[in-house]
């Protein structure tokens, strides 16, 4: 149990277009979701936390108008990357979780913004 | 400011010897704690969750937690080439939503 999908897994995109990731708890219903970006070699950095049916919490120094996070429902939450450029070019994650109990990871985004 | 430490190593050990990797966190009221394991390029995937003192064992691995001191520790028996991973601790503050992560400590096993 507590499986967490994400789509795409790996996209490449030109500069200045806008890249959507999924992510979807497969078997069970979260509370809360959460979306990390980690670069090669760094630890994993909490970008926002998600909750079904309100506006996503930003950490600090992320723009919450470049990152949109929407929270349709107890099991998809989905990641837009606006107006994308190089430097957004990281890994993506999701992870998923139901109040204090463990968070589960999706598999990850590989984005490449050319 | 809650922080979640960690030595990010990297820490090398034989294959067969035991792997000891230790987390300290600031905020006395937290409550969930949990290892993680990283492979290079993938997601993390949950090892171990710890909610009161003492030790947890499972398999190879054993969570060690003593919150008089602050700190969770995970032990790896027998280690294995495949264990070689970045190891993530993770807190739990309040028993909400919000988790707290380590910069991780990368482990070696060497065959």
């Known amino acids: 149990g507590a499986v967490v999908s994400q789509h795409p897994s790996r996209v490449i995109c030109k500069s200045g277009t806008s890249v959507k990731i999924e992510c979807r708890s497969l078997d069970f219903q979260a509370t809360t979701m959460f979306w990390y970006r980690q670069f090669p070699k760094k630890s994993l950095m909490l970008m926002a936390t998600s909750n079904e049916g309100s506006k996503a919490t930003y950490e600090q120094g992320v723009e919450k108008d470049k990152f949109l996070i929407n929270h349709a429902s107890l099991t998809l939450s989905t990641l837009t990357v606006t107006s994308a450029h190089p430097e957004d070019s990281s890994f993506y994650i999701c992870?998923?979780?139901?109040?204090?109990?463990?968070?589960?990871f999706g598999p990850g985004t590989r984005l490449l913004v050319l | 400011q809650k922080e979640v430490e960690q030595n990010s190593g990297p820490l090398s050990v034989p294959e067969g010897a035991i792997a000891s990797l230790n987390c300290t966190y600031s905020d006395r009221g937290s409550q969930s704690f949990f290892w993680y394991r990283q492979y290079s390029g993938k997601s993390p995937e949950l090892i171990m969750s710890i909610y009161s003192n003492g030790d947890k064992e499972d398999g190879r691995f054993t969570a060690q937690l003593n919150k008089a001191s602050q700190y969770v520790s995970l032990l790896i028996r027998d280690s294995q080439p495949s264990d070689s991973a970045t190891y993530l601790c993770a807190v739990n503050w309040d028993g909400g939503n919000q988790f707290y992560f380590g910069t991780g400590t990368s482990l070696t096993v060497i065959p």
């Open positions: 992870s998923a979780g139901v109040l204090r109990e463990t968070q589960y």
